[in-house]
């Protein structure tokens, strides 16, 4: 075998461990996000009171006119 038909068979099995790598890595990522997608990406919907909460008696206006 020359050089030359051993670099291209290298170059050959190199692309294709990179293009399998790279699809591996790809579905990985769909299903991180599909699962993140699943959960709200962590986002509270009001079924949940923890974190910061709103409270508007706080801003109410005191001691303005009447």
Not at 22 to 46: P, Q, S
């Amino acid at each position: 075998m020359t050089p030359k038909e051993a670099a291209q068979k290298e170059a050959e099995t190199t692309f294709e461990n990179f293009i399998i790598w790279t699809k591996k890595v790809f579905w990985w990522i769909v299903a991180c996000f599909i699962l993140l997608t699943m959960c709200n990406f962590g986002v509270e919907d009001g079924t949940n009171k923890t974190g910061s909460q709103y409270n508007g008696e706080v801003y109410a206006p005191m001691n303005i006119g009447d």
